[in-house]
């Protein structure tokens, strides 16, 4: 895994080949449960690397992104881009990189708990099935991804940041027949999750949807009313839409 100090070494060896250099690396540790007819089904964890980089020179500039962390690649990368930038245009708005007040740290909400305390995390999924269910709806299903998110910050003025921040989601989708609806709880903290809300909400909607009468129209123009975080619960039949 990439550190500041390693991706310092790699801005220091072009500083005197460019203007600006910018990397950002971003390394996120991912779990992710699925859940279906009102039970988990599936559970996956897996790691995912960016890295994203910054060349310029006399107004001349290149971007790139890497899905790897490995310290060659990145190196190799860099002279790519430096070797190509004689080969474009300058840009009359390029704005050279500055800090203006400069930053000690980069701006991320992290809650251990969201790694160390899973179990919560899985009583939550299951709080917000049970939610639904009480609310009227038949069935659930949908998933719930969490983790912790890494981010490297390094530029040619010296500039080396890091940060990291958790994560949470839970998408659950409640069913009565074919009729459905949805609803989300996002945070960055254990204590910000709402996964009954999220379960309650979902289920009310549904059973809204079913004791909506049943009407035939023609095709044309409608307004529609979506709820934030919410796909409208539309059913398409040969009839029209409910």
């Not at 290149?62 to 080969?87: C, G, H, P, R, Y």
Request: glycine share 6%.
């Amino acid at each position: 895994m990439n550190t500041p100090s390693d991706l310092g070494n790699v801005i220091r060896g072009v500083r005197d080949l460019v203007d600006d250099a910018v990397i950002i690396y971003r390394r996120v540790r991912w779990s992710m449960i699925r859940f279906a007819n009102n039970e988990p089904t599936i559970a996956n964890s897996w790691i995912t690397h960016e890295t994203m980089m910054c060349v310029a020179k006399s107004r001349r500039y290149l971007t790139a992104s890497l899905s790897t962390d490995d310290i060659s690649t990145i190196k190799n990368k860099i002279q790519e881009l430096i070797k190509e930038l004689s080969n474009i245009p300058e840009d009359e708005f390029y704005v050279p990189l500055t800090h203006g007040e400069r930053p000690n740290q980069l701006v991320g909400k992290y809650d251990s708990r969201i790694e160390s305390e899973t179990d919560k995390l899985v009583d939550g999924l299951n709080d917000a099935i049970q939610a639904s269910l009480s609310e009227g709806s038949q069935r659930n299903a949908g998933a719930m991804t969490f983790g912790i998110s890494e981010v490297y910050y390094v530029d040619s003025s010296g500039l080396e940041l890091e940060d990291r921040a958790s994560f949470v989601t839970l998408t659950i989708r409640a069913f009565i027949n074919e009729l459905t609806a949805t609803s989300v709880s996002i945070s960055n903290t254990l204590d910000g999750f709402k996964p009954r809300e999220a379960g309650s909400e979902a289920g009310h909607l549904v059973r809204l949807v079913k004791d909506l009468p049943e009407e035939s129209i023609s095709s044309g123009r409608y307004n529609v009313v979506m709820g934030i975080g919410l796909c409208a619960p539309i059913w398409f039949n040969d009839r029209g839409v409910v």
